[in-house]
């Protein structure tokens, strides 16, 4: 049986390139990059050229960037640290209603410790409501969190537009942006987009797991989450995972020369499937953005009468590969608060599907993905709705 992987915005699998650069490492550059000998030097070094090349993308400096272990620990350092440094200045959090969990919940917890915690809400498509985020952006607000592409539905949001309007309101406010979906899939300039901490995972952009950055504007202070040695100026202690960041170092590299053509081709692919489902399979809608807007990667399908899991499974069954959602929280029985916050009535909860396409996916294979869909929705609702439809 063929397997076809269509859950790239849960991960993606390594370029070869990047698993030979992590065994390299491993075996050769195993140094500790604080050890002052010439092992260690090799390791420092390796350290140095992939914040050299994060720079270069992101457009800030080099000593801006703090590796992590991936985009939830970035996502939790930017917020909690942020909080810690500055609970004294003010106690106003904004955030959307459809961030991932790693931001949704560390905000609830905040809200635990005394902080006001404001959630912005977004239309159908997923769009954030900019006049609601102007209101609520006052002097007592310190911190915004907005992802840049959602991981479930796709939407890409004006990070430019949303920057420049909170520190129009309030100089001070510090904007934070959850990059994880777009890192290597679109060009991002922190200073330009006015951005003061950004979150980036390399799993997501063909780099190895366990790896990830958070940008840091030098001019904002943010505690440590973990201490010890006092590696990376003291905000993150730990020895650094240098065959991961090596590994990532490739992963940018093959992001940075390929973005434009990727994405051309994530487009075509989102396209097809898109058109190919609505025009076969009734009774199925797309969540959030129009096929033709949205992150090219990303396509989430609504199918009428059918629980995302039972589809899910029957998919896999003929060897495809799909998520019902955020793979943080896919694996849990509670229902998607993205599809909640633009708006799906209750009976459209639970019956999506998200595609994510790469770098591999060919028109041949969502062909045959199409031909499966469509068997196996109209077998299923033949024993859900009795053969009918709603």
């Known amino acids: 049986m063929k397997e076809i992987y269509l859950d790239y915005a849960a991960t993606t699998r390594p370029l070869q390139e990047v698993a030979e650069a992590v065994a390299v ?19 420092e070094t390796i350290l140095k050229e992939t914040s ?9 400096l080099a000593d801006e960037i703090i590796y992590t272990s991936g985009g939830t620990e970035s996502n939790n350092m930017a917020i909690l640290g942020l ?6 200045r003010a106690h106003k959090l904004i955030t959307s209603s459809v ?5 949704l919940e560390t905000f609830k917890y905040l809200q635990t410790q005394g902080f006001e915690v404001c959630i912005i809400g977004v239309d159908k498509e997923g769009m954030l409501d900019l006049e609601a985020l102007q ?7 310190l911190l915004v969190s907005i992802m840049h592409v959602n991981n479930e539905i796709g939407t890409v949001q004006d990070i430019e537009r949303i920057g420049g309007l909170i520190k129009q309101k309030n100089k001070d406010t510090f904007f934070h942006v959850d990059a994880v979906q777009s890192f290597g899939k679109a060009p991002i300039s922190v200073k330009k987009c006015n951005i003061d901490l950004l979150s980036i995972s390399a799993h997501k952009f063909y780099g190895p797991r366990g790896v990830g ?3 840091k504007n030098k001019d904002v202070r943010i505690n440590p989450l973990i201490y010890g040695g006092g590696q990376q100026k003291g905000i993150r202690a730990g020895t650094e995972n240098v065959p991961g960041i090596a590994g990532m170092l490739k992963a940018c590299n093959y992001a940075d020369q390929n973005m434009e053509r990727l994405n051309a081709h994530y487009r075509t692919c989102k396209m097809y499937l898109s058109d190919s489902v609505l025009e076969h399979i ?7 953005p129009d096929k033709s807007k949205g992150a090219p990667h990303i396509l989430n399908i609504g199918f009428r009468g059918i629980k995302s899991e039972v589809l899910l499974h029957a998919l896999e069954s003929k060897g495809i590969y799909v998520s019902s959602g955020s793979a943080c929280s896919s694996n849990k029985k509670v229902k998607s608060t993205v599809l909640s916050a633009i708006g799906n009535k209750k009976e459209d909860l639970d019956n999506a599907i998200r595609f994510s396409f790469g770098m591999d996916t060919s028109l041949e294979e969502l062909s045959y993905v199409a031909d499966k869909l469509e068997e196996q929705v109209m077998l299923l609702r ?4 009795g053969g009918r439809h709603k």
Do not use: Q, W
Not at 282 to 288: A, E, Q, S
């Open 25 to 43: 490492s491993m075996i050769n550059t195993y140094g500790n990059p604080s050890s002052l000998h010439k092992k260690g030097v090799e390791a």
């Open 52 to 60: 050299d090349k994060l720079s270069k993308m992101l457009g800030c």
């Open 83 to 88: 909080c810690a440094a500055y609970k004294r």
């Open 99 to 103: 961030e991932h969990p790693s931001v």
């Open 135 to 141: 209101k609520a952006i006052d002097k007592e607000t």
């Open 213 to 215: 950055v958070l940008y």
């Open 282 to 288: 009734p009774d199925t809608f797309i969540n959030g």
């Open 382 to 385: 033949k024993y859900t709705l």
